[in-house]
């Protein structure tokens, strides 16, 4: 347990399993008030669990205005926000059905901008803030089958590049991180019922130089940790890749 985070009241969406718990858990090791904005509430045996738990639709603006509202009122403020909900879909282009494209820009894309916007507007009454945009590797690059959900990841990107500039004189932060390959239920749903132990391993001798797979905990949470403190106060609309050198291609 440390105090890197301590008086910082943080909102994580999608926060009860994966990437978000992870982060959740490493925010509330710090010393940061952490509510969990989820649609689905964490395990009651998950750490997750002990954080404030507030259901959350990220694709509806009217759900993102009540949220943060309840949260200042219950907190007093808002000092860092993290946009992690998301779905991963995986066909090729031409298979892809029009409904399907739009429900993954609506919560990977649409709800970070939602998110974004109305936590701008509480960061500027609380004199700034911090807020950080779950991309991906493949928001960097293209990725067979991955049409809208590498649509969805590179327009988190771009658009967390342009709230960098308009926050910076507000003295808020927007940076994104772009995982490749972490444990998380997203990772065993795309793996395969069960997360088959030899497509596990083709996926990380084919595609992590490092030799294994990521921990949402001591890597994504460590990672969201470091942007979310003052440690990285200079730091705004940069990208941190956290791969394991998947995107470098370099050989093990």
């Not at 738990?53 to 943060?68: H, K, Y």
């Not at 936590?119 to 049409?147: D, E, F, P, Y």
Request: aromatic share 4%; proline share 4%.
């Amino acid at each position: 347990m440390g105090d890197r985070l301590a008086g910082k009241v943080a909102v994580v969406t999608g926060g009860s399993s994966g990437l978000g718990a992870g982060i959740v858990q490493r925010f509330m090791e710090e010393g940061a008030t952490v509510w969990n904005a989820d649609l689905t509430r964490p395990p009651p045996d998950a750490f997750a669990a002990r954080a404030h738990w507030i259901e959350l639709d990220v694709r509806s603006e009217p759900a993102w205005e009540t949220v943060l509202a309840r949260v200042v009122a219950a907190s007093g403020r808002l000092d860092i926000l993290v946009n992690n909900a998301g779905i991963f879909l995986s066909a090729p282009v031409d298979e892809t059905r029009l409904e399907d494209f739009q429900r993954v820009l609506d919560v990977n894309l649409v709800g970070v901008f939602l998110g974004s916007k109305h936590g701008v507007r509480h960061m500027k009454q609380n004199g700034g803030g911090s807020i950080i945009n779950l991309s991906s590797v493949v928001g960097l690059r293209g990725q067979l089958g991955g049409a809208a959900y590498s649509a969805s990841k590179g327009g988190v990107r771009m658009m967390s590049r342009s709230i960098a500039l308009e926050g910076a004189p507000h003295a808020i932060r927007c940076n994104t991180i772009h995982p490749g390959i972490i444990e998380s239920p997203m990772l065993r749903a795309a793996m395969g019922r069960g997360g088959d132990a030899a497509v596990r391993e083709r996926a990380v001798n084919a595609s992590l130089p490092i030799g294994y797979i990521g921990d949402p905990v001591r890597d994504i949470g460590n990672m969201a940790l470091y942007l979310a403190s003052d440690e990285s106060r200079y730091i705004t609309g940069t990208e941190m890749i956290v791969d394991g050198g998947m995107i470098t291609g370099l050989p093990r």
